[in-house]
């Protein structure tokens, strides 16, 4: 039965891993310093102690690590791996993409990876340039992939939750700012969610602003100072990656006629493209040009206030939609 | 005749075994020329006495994985060769309805997990079917089966060391064939005992040669037993020799002079062949594994090219749950 | 001084190469099966021959092979290493990512990496899932990489050669299925070009198709179709991927007023939604909404009738450019 | 007093030198729980005496690479404490502008070509600096600096076996201070010798007790002659410990009761300060060596704190050539 309780994200994450353990005996969770010491982000904290040797420590292998969650998740596992930062999976790309990605297809669905990857990314204040990017596009091109990104602790616990249950290889990616945030209320214990799915925070009319991630916080921020003016938008929160929700994109922009999308992972090749892409594609009239904000194109450097050259700021995010809602079609004559 | 008739009829079950095995190479190397079969195959040929011995040893719950150059390991687990030509003649028969094809097709029922082609890569998969051993109380013994040069692969060696870590039963065969692909290993690492990395892991590892079934068969049954009672992986280096290029159309340059005739004695067929002529069994005993191996096989590839081909309608399929 | 010569694609990057190795000392050529054999693709042959230590066989460790190219570079070293299919770079993706793509950024320029990664990708008929791949929008979305597509003799000779006298670490994806195909005349000793830029490779005025890689050639063909029916359009055959020269495109689109973009990649996060949302984000006004064509979002089987249901064919593309051109926006007084 | 005055002064180097890294890192935490450094740092304190006694084997050619916990190898190559703590403080005359920040500076004009934040990643970058030693006529001898975890990262297997296959003169060491993060390196492995890994590559190996400066100089004598003059990798494992956090921050609950107390003992200042006592060199001259190094960062920290702030107009700069 559901329940309301205060949680932060990192306890949404540990509530929804120990219901996981609790209510899917098939499930295992391990990754490197997970179990004992409970993560480094303590998001694992005393599931090792209440589940046993279905939570575990492993070697600085992420190749093996992901490679072996594949073959026991063919065997009737589920397994939940921790990849501490998302940059670390760069080192083991091939399981996810060549392995785990490829299974189900090319077994002719003999042979599936119900997996769960758990991972963190983007840029905190004085991380270094190995410590701090954005990827989830390179998961998004991948076909066989499941990517969500939660940033509530509602989410951070609903999310998880999805993605173990689903029968896909699914990555989760979380922000490790917002782990120790203030504590909100949490329904747990509800029912589990099918993945997919967009989560609307704010209802407007001038403009659509598509983002995910923990830069939505900067987005409604940028939109609540454009309502001084008499300026309201929809946000659409895109929990949900993959699937990605690009009808709720296209109701909502028929409706606004304008489009900002706004990612911290770098502008150029970013899933930003390809929701602007689907937009255009489908023949939706756009009052104005839509725009992409993100990672102005760089390295990521570990001084904060070079970061914050490049990282879109909440200032510039409401600069940029005003200018999306203020422009005109020259020479437009609808 | 000194040998006892079952241990006569053992040897020649396990020619038979090898035939098989050539036999289906031989056939799909006829296919690739003839262009009923596209693309990149990777023959056994000289291998094969290492799947037949390993595979004698497997029960029914282990799981075997195995590399690019598969088809070998897949028979010796007892896949029909129909079923494999099939999915290497694209049909809807195929082990994986053509998704798979030569180099990366599976056939989980028969407790073959799986070619793979990425070099290395099959080795976590591996540790993974031992990882969920640990819970399933199924015993099931996992298998990774990768080449010399796959050693260097920074993928093997994290398997190796995960695997003994946490004591999971997994068996590591290592077939030794002495290149990798065009390039002898021997020019790739400093020692040439490959064995020793594993010993290093803390993985009990031996060599052996791979032409000898019974060196194979007792290494593996060791193995097994060790694994089966949760005493952790093994480590299997197996000397063997491909008599064939790495691919259909291998200039074979890298060769030295004379290697391959030396090799056509020692391959395991030959071999055993001429063990048993020498042990006393009849020629027509022996010629008769042959024969039947071909005629098997044969007739899987006559089934296999009346077979329907694949529906390209389906290609969508099976990507997602 | 510049000769023309009848090469094959192969023999053009094997002429490149032997020229780079000649005319700057610094070069080092290397990878699996590139030195003694002269690559699994004979396209190093008689190059260890020629230039002695300075070309060698490697382990099969990929990791270590680019890593040592950055290391190798950063001393003066101007490594050329060959990946022999592009999905095997996600064993070591690390490398290029979070190694090359960073150093001279994350040194303030201290440290640099002009090391060139030869690779080739693409579906051949019965190539496995593992060896059939599109990768370039994963580099594409890596600020700090430069990435070049050649196609044809001629421009597989200049791009690696431009390639491995650029100062940045940059990545030559080839294509296998072109290597052995029939000789043209290339010619040879010319001046090394800047990066960077693109090819027209048809005129026309009802549309523009950008494209890149082996797939241009179904592009033109289908092209070549439809001027039977009177229509033409623009090709451009993007050889550069990074730098890009999306400036091109736009001269041509505001000409046309109608786009498709072709890739063998996957369609979804392929870069193709880059092209298209760089076009509209322009304030460029289109006649009909851009249309992009790619890997229908699948991993890809080993049998040929199925990977070819799932990636464009020149009478797919033909038939899309006809729907693109033929598409007027309903309701769009322009 | 039983050694020679040489040799003391030899040793207060030793100690002063120890100290300088000693006071940097400690300096680091001050300004870090301040907040004046922001981030995630990695202090080496505890650790100090491998990075002095290797870098004191080691000639300006040659090129040594760390990791995240490289503070003390960048002192210790000669890279001013000054711009060391500017980058860690966003400033202008920080080695890398700010750019790199605690865990992934470098300063190659020292020959301190960088941390390294991806575990082992470190490894294969460092062959490379060999390998072109090969063509370059340089003498160059490349480090490779990774600790006990990162054994078990595939990309340190394969860096070393590039190493070996090909003879380049690549020091890697091992600094082994029993934990990967929050996580003893005994439970990750089957067999805690890990140098014998690279023996199995083939490479040359020792275990030295790392708070012990001269078997640390003395394998370090050894590796660079042999790679200096062309034959090949060493490996030096070498056992210390951390006596402080792995971050700042870290509540440390997974030491067992008593293990830092008796590192207190053996960590390589207190040692060497109790030696140096026991061979009756006064407190002073011992006292003075900690003075110094502590004046030396007081400075430098003053003035790096005074430097100007990086340019954030700057950061679009040096992606690409
Ligand atoms: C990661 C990766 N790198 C390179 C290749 C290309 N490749 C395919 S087979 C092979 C040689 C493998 O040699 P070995 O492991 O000895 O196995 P064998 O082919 O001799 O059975 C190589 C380099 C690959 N498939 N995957
Ligand atoms: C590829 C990769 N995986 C994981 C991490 C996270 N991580 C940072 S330090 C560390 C522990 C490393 O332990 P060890 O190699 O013993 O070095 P030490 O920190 O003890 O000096 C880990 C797991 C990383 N940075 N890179
Ligand atoms: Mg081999
Ligand atoms: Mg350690």
Known sequence: MPEAVKLNVGGAVNAALARCLEEMPETILYGEDVGKPGGVFGISRGLQKRFGDRVFDTPISETAMLGAAVGAASFGRRPIVEIMWIDFSLVALDQIVNQAANVRYVSEGRTTAPLTIRTQQGN??????????????????????????????????????????????????????????????????????????????????HATVVTWGSITTRVLDAVDRLAADGLTADV??????????????????????????????????????????????????????????????????????????????????????????????????? | MSESPV?????????????????????????????????????????????????????????LYATYRGHGWAVARGVPPRNILAELLARSTGVNGGRGGSAHFSAPEFGFHGENSIVGAGAPTAVGAALAARYDGSGRVAVSVFGDG???????????????????????????????????????????????????????????????????????????????????P??????????????????EQYRPAGELDADMIVEPIARLARE???????????????????????RAASQALADPLVDPSTAKEHLYA
Chains 1, 3 share one sequence.
Not at chain 1, 253 to 265: D, K, S
């Open chain 2, 150 to 232: 796959a050693m260097n692969q920074g993928a093997v060696t994290e398997a190796m060391n995960f695997a003994a870590a946490f004591g999971l039963g997994v068996i590591f065969i290592c077939e030794n064939n002495r290149y990798s692909e065009l390039t002898p290993i021997n020019d790739m690492v400093a020692n040439p005992d490959l064995s020793q990395r594993a010993t290093a892991l803390g993985i009990p590892a031996v060599r052996v040669d791979g032409n000898d079934l019974s060196q194979v068969r007792t290494a593996m049954s060791l193995s097994v037993a060790s694994a089966a009672a949760g005493r952790g």
């Open chain 1, 236 to 334: 659409l929160e895109m929990v949900w990656l993959n699937p990605f929700d690009h009808s709720a994109v296209l109701e909502s922009v028929r409706r606004t006629g304008r489009l900002l999308v706004v990612h911290e992972a770098a502008r150029t090749g970013g899933f930003g493209a390809e929701v602007v892409a689907r937009v255009v594609e489908s023949g939706t009239v756009l009052l104005a040009p839509p725009r992409r904000l993100g990672l102005n194109d760089s390295r990521i450097p570990s001084a904060p206030q070079l970061a914050a050259a490049l990282i879109p700021q909440t200032e510039q995010i409401a600069s940029e939609l005003r200018e999306v809602i203020g422009w005109t079609h020259a020479g437009d004559g609808s």
């Open chain 2, 276 to 298: 048993l002529e020498t042990a006393g069994v009849g020629r027509h005993a022996i010629d008769r594994c042959e024969a039947r191996a071909r005629d098997e096989i044969e």
């Open chain 2, 7 to 63: 241990a006569v009829n053992d040897r020649l079950r396990d020619l038979h075994a090898m035939w098989r095995i050539r036999a289906l190479e031989e056939k799909v190397r006829d296919l690739r020329l003839e262009e009923l079969i596209v693309g990149s195959v990777h023959l056994s040929n000289g291998q094969e006495s290492i799947a037949v011995a390993a595979c004698s040893e497997l029960r029914p719950q282990d799981a």
């Open chain 1, 124 to 205: 905190s204040p004085g991380a270094c340039a190995q410590h701090s990017q954005n990827l989830e596009a390179l998961l998004l091109h991948i076909p066989g992939i499941r990517v969500c990104m939660p940033r509530t602790g509602q989410d951070a616990y609903d999310l998880v939750l999805s993605a173990v249950a689903c029968e896909d290889p699914t990555v989760v990616i979380e922000n490790r700012t917002l782990y120790a945030g203030a504590k909100e209320e949490v329904t747990i214990g509800g029912e589990i969610l099918p993945i997919g799915g967009h989560r609307r925070r704010r209802d407007g009319d």
């Open chain 2, 234 to 251: 093994s480590f299997i280096e197996a000397h063997t020799q491909r008599i064939v290029g790495h691919y259909i159309g291998d200039a």
